[in-house]
């Protein structure tokens, strides 16, 4: 069966739900806009597995998410949803392309945390955006774009008092939305130590995929670590 779609870390199947789709979660690695690849084994697995106790616990918070159900290991039922092109970043700290951009030292604290906005297009690696620009681009409204950095507030306050509970630092991430047949912009795609920066709350290391951008190594000790705490706080 060939995919619907075919992203850097995931494919999309159809199912005999026309309102439903097959997530499956690839062992493929990139970083640098797909300069730098690698496989993992079991990548696919620990993120399918973190994403969904993450979209469950965001649902039983009152999040709206495309998650149907589990499948199996490497595969998550989701609902059918059109991908916003515009990627939402929210940043409780500094690190990465900010940084990078502002020359502020890693793990400077934010006072209220950023949102930023990037359009979602691979050929021009992700560049930043703003409102005025996804306006005119087409790639959301106004009353959207508000939509999308209202809930991504929320989203960081639910993420931020779990993954505290879980001994992890969320330092930035990550997120995408997707609009249903009914209009519906829900939280889509994936929530994954590939797309939230995570530290350890006492140590500060580094439990996510910047183990595998800074060549770091123990990539998926990493991610497996992040599982067994976010497991063992849901199980409480
Ligand atoms: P950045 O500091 O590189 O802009 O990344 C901010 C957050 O977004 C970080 O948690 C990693 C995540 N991220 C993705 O999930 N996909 C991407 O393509 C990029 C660039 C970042």
Not at 41 to 62: F, P, Q, V
Not at 132 to 160: G, H, S, W
Request: negative net charge.
């Amino acid at each position: 069966m060939e995919p619907i779609y075919e992203g850097k870390a995931k494919k999309l199947y159809t199912t005999d739900d026309a309102e439903v789709l097959r997530m499956e979660y690839k062992d493929d690695a990139t970083a640098f806009n797909a300069q730098k690849k690698a496989q993992f084994e079991n990548k696919g697995k620990l993120n399918k597995a973190i994403t969904l106790l993450m979209y469950e616990m965001l649902e039983a918070k009152g999040v709206a998410t495309h998650l149907v159900s589990d499948l199996d290991e490497v595969n998550l039922l989701v609902k059918r949803v059109e991908i916003l092109q515009v990627e939402v970043i929210v940043r409780n700290l500094a690190a990465g392309s900010f940084s990078k951009r502002m020359a502020v030292e890693v793990g400077s604290e934010f006072k209220i945390p950023i949102v930023e906005f990037s359009y979602k297009s691979d050929e021009l690696g992700d560049p930043l955006i703003n409102d005025d620009y996804a306006r005119e681009m087409k790639l959301a409204t106004p009353e959207e774009c508000a939509f999308l950095k209202e809930q991504a507030l929320v989203i960081n306050e639910v993420m931020t008092a779990f993954f505290l509970e879980c001994g992890l630092k969320l330092v930035d991430f990550k997120i995408e939305f997707g609009k249903g047949s009914d209009g519906k912009i829900v939280l889509a795609d994936e929530v994954s130590p590939d797309t939230c920066r995570l530290w350890d709350a006492t140590t500060g290391e580094k439990m996510d995929k910047d183990r595998f951008r800074e060549d770091l190594g123990g990539v998926m000790d990493g991610y497996e670590e992040v599982l067994a705490r976010i497991s063992k706080v849901l199980t409480k």
